[in-house]
T-cell receptor
Framework: NAGVTQTPKFQVLKTGQSMTLQCAQD?????MYWYRQDPGMGLRLIYY???????DKGEVPNGYNVSRLNKREFSLRLESAAPSQTSVYFC???????????FGEGSRLTVL | AQRVTQPEKLLSVFKGAPVELKCNYS??????LFWYVQYSRQRLQLLLR??SRESIKGFTADLNKGETSFHLKKPFAQEEDSAMYYC???????????FGEGTQLTVNP
């Protein structure tokens, strides 16, 4: 039982490049989330998926797209990376209790 | 729109001293509030939720609707409490969980 697994853990991109962050959970959870963590700004919600087949924007969706491929997987795509997207990205899934999220280890992305 | 504010980015106390991490929120509905903790080199994890009225690792938090606050308290801090703490608000209907800016707590020996 791995919980929430994110890949890659580290990535360096040049401005304008694209990439996809992968996330998978094996807890049969319905809701999944992508957050970014920046110093002094806490965790900000990028996108979330309340259930398979649905996605919704969070606080900071610009520059990102998501895909809820199936119940297990929720990917985050940067189509044209910008230095402002340098951050640590966290994927999470929600357990049976509202507000109880299970987080991945994070993906540190640097855009040069 | 819901909002969570943690006014202290850094908090430093000595071992055995009381500690209080502040959290204020704004939300038009009936809030559900949580504290999350991230220890060094560990995943972010749920510490406690207001609805359970529980004490976890000696920490408690009381929801004060009049002051729109949910401060986290511990009477005697331990070195192992050093971590980043996030306050979070769950919207009543829907799936969004909004986090505050976080407070980095350091407990000195």
């Amino acid at each position: 039982n791995a919980g929430v697994t994110q890949t890659p853990k580290f990535q360096v991109l040049k401005t304008g490049q694209s990439m996809t962050l992968q996330c998978a959970q094996d807890m049969n959870h319905n809701s999944m989330y992508w957050y970014r963590q920046d110093p002094g700004m806490g965790l900000r919600l990028i996108y979330y998926s309340a259930s398979e087949g649905t996605t919704d924007k969070g606080e900071v969706p610009n520059g990102y797209n998501v895909s809820r491929l199936n119940k297990r997987e929720f990917s985050l795509r940067l189509e044209s990376a910008a230095p402002s997207q340098t951050s640590v990205y966290f994927c999470a899934s929600r357990g049976p209790y509202k507000g109880e999220l299970f987080f991945g280890e994070g993906s540190r992305l640097t855009v040069l | 729109a819901q909002r969570v504010t943690q006014p202290e980015k850094l908090l430093s106390v000595f071992k055995g001293a009381p500690v209080e991490l502040k959290c204020n929120y704004s939300y038009s509905g009936s809030p559900e509030l949580f504290w999350y903790v991230q220890y060094s080199r560990q995943r972010l994890q749920l510490l406690l939720r207001h609805i359970s009225r529980e004490s976890i690792k000696g920490f408690t938090a009381d929801l004060n609707k009049g002051e729109t606050s949910f401060h986290l308290k511990k009477p005697f801090a331990q070195e192992e409490d050093s971590a980043m703490y996030y306050c979070a608000l769950q919207e009543t209907s829907g799936s969004r969980l909004t986090f505050g800016e976080g407070t980095q707590l350091t407990v000195n020996p």
